[in-house]
């Protein structure tokens, strides 16, 4: 199972962070796929997952500018952040596992918020 | 949301060594649901301990989790080179998912 994230590193302030999470050697069917980040200094922060159904839980820290979506048709998932500060700059991470559990991880993408 | 404390920040010990680390819960994690994850400079993290105490695929036994309710602990038996990392301890059993500050294990 290999999960990549990819989208842009950098990202202006007060706008939408976008992120996908690409999925290899499972479908995406049949499992909960999460958003994890970790901002520099700081320790891991759960944002949010979503079922394969399309039923999504957030982090109530980031839960008025997450949204989590499903690509069943290309086997990808992800993430969108709006109104962002310098406080969403983070490795962002991608999991996937059986339940709520994350599993299996990507290696991470270092988001940067900045003008 | 639960807090979890994990010490010691730092762990400096030598190959072949026993490593302690220690996960404690603000509050009592349900049904164990703790898991341990390593993780290495540009690497994805990986997942150790599943449930406390059940080791997940592939993980050698020199590794190993106990505790239940707020207090949890990994031991890392006979340090190998490929240990020296950070540690993290996460708990799924109550939204939202949260994990301890990490533990670094160096060599000395």
């Known amino acids: 199972v290999q999960l990549q994230e990819s989208g842009p590193g950098l990202v202006k302030p007060s706008e939408t962070l976008s992120l996908t999470c690409i999925v290899s050697?499972?479908?995406?069917?049949?499992?909960?796929w999460s958003w994890i980040r970790q901002p520099p200094g700081k320790r891991l922060e759960w944002i949010g997952n979503?079922?394969?159904?399309?039923?999504?839980n957030y982090n109530p820290s980031l839960e008025s500018r997450v949204t989590i979506s499903l690509d069943t048709s290309k086997n990808q998932f992800s993430l969108k952040v709006g109104s962002v500060t310098a406080a969403d700059t983070a490795v962002y991470f991608c999991?996937?596992?059986?339940?709520?559990?994350?599993?299996?991880w990507g290696q991470g993408t270092l988001v940067t918020v900045s003008s | 949301e639960i807090v979890l404390t994990q010490s010691p920040g730092t762990l400096s010990l030598s190959p072949g060594e026993t490593a302690t680390l220690s996960c404690r819960a603000s509050?009592?994690?349900?049904?164990?649901?703790l898991a341990w994850y390593q993780r290495k400079p540009g690497q994805a993290p990986r997942i150790l301990i599943t449930?406390?105490?059940n080791r997940a695929a592939g993980i050698p036994d020199r590794l190993s989790g106990s505790g239940s309710g707020t207090d949890f602990t990994l031991t890392i038996s006979r340090l190998e080179p490929e240990d020296f990392a950070v540690y993290y301890c996460?708990?799924?059993?109550?939204?939202?998912?949260?994990f301890g500050g990490g533990t670094k294990v160096e060599i000395k």
């Open positions: 999991a996937g596992g059986a339940g709520w559990l994350p599993g299996f």
């Open positions: 050697g499972v479908s995406i069917s049949n499992y909960y």
């Open positions: 979503i079922y394969y159904s399309g039923t999504t």
């Open positions: 509050q009592s994690v349900r049904s164990n649901y």
């Open positions: 449930g406390a105490s």
């Open positions: 996460q708990q799924y059993g109550s939204s939202p998912l949260t």
